[in-house]
Antibody, heavy 117, light 110 residues
Framework: EVQLVQSGAEVKKPGESLKISCKGS????????IGWVRQMPGKGLEWMGI????????RYSPSFQGRVTISVDKSINTAYLQWSSLKASDTAMYYC??????????WGQGTLVTVSS | QSALTQPASVSGSPGQSITISCTGT?????????VSWYQQHPGKAPKLMIY???KRPSGASNRFSGSKSGNTASLTISGLQAEDEADYYC??????????FGGGTKLTVL
């Protein structure tokens, strides 16, 4: 069974750094892209970027380029999304999903990130 | 890279059919057959319902179908059921290995 399990909810202050994770299982992790999707409170889905665990090839949406970093540790089947300096506007639910053929077929349960002073 | 345009809300009675539109440009929806549709119930992760414009993944009801004409893709749900009440998002390949979502449509089953 394909599963993506994300790390737990986080509460951070503005300016702090953060790295959240997404662990894949039940399939060949290195052979499928992993994408990240943001959903701000009460808002729609936004595609942030993807990474290919096999060679760490990474692509970003222009809206998120330079604001977040996507990385992977294929030895433990885990992808990451990180911020170096959080803002209140980063408060959102973040989903990882397996991307196959330009669609997202399996999704993680989501990680809620709250940034507040 | 702008979000695709969806109606904010649609509604229908049980047993009826509804269609949700998703309008993009010749750079995304109009340039390929790579539109997907996702269903999201409150507090839950999205679920893939349609991929590559009109294909259904295993586990998705055959009451859901997808189509496209020009720069507009559509999701049709036939035989509307109470459990279909949810938010629906379209998504298209937008070039350079990127995807773009629509703004989402809230479906109400009356």
């Amino acid at each position: 069974e394909v599963q993506l399990v994300q790390s737990g909810a986080e509460v951070k202050k503005p300016g702090e750094s953060l790295k959240i994770s997404c662990k894949g299982s039940g399939y060949s992790f290195t052979n499928y892209w992993i994408g990240w999707v943001r959903q701000m409170p009460g808002k729609g889905l936004e595609w942030m970027g993807i990474i290919y665990p096999g060679d760490s090839d990474t692509r970003y949406s222009p809206s998120f380029q330079g604001r977040v970093t996507i990385s992977v540790d294929k030895s433990i089947n885990t992808a990451y999304l990180q911020w170096s300096s959080l803002k209140a506007s980063d408060t959102a639910m973040y989903y990882c999903a397996r991307e196959y053929g330009n669609y997202l077929d399996y999704w993680g349960q989501g990680t809620l990130v709250t940034v507040s002073s | 890279q702008s979000a695709l345009t969806q109606p904010a809300s649609v509604s229908g009675s049980p047993g009826q059919s509804i269609t949700i539109s998703c309008t993009g440009t010749s750079s995304d929806v109009g340039s390929n057959d790579l539109v997907s549709w996702y269903q999201q119930h409150p507090g839950k992760a999205p679920k893939l319902m349609i991929y590559e414009g009109s294909k259904r993944p295993s586990g998705a009801s055959n009451r859901f179908s997808g189509s496209k004409s020009g720069n507009t893709a559509s999701l049709t749900i036939s035989g509307l059921q109470a459990e279909d009440e949810a938010d629906y998002y379209c998504c298209s390949y937008a070039g350079s290995s990127t995807l773009v979502f629509g703004g989402g449509t809230k479906l109400t089953v009356l």
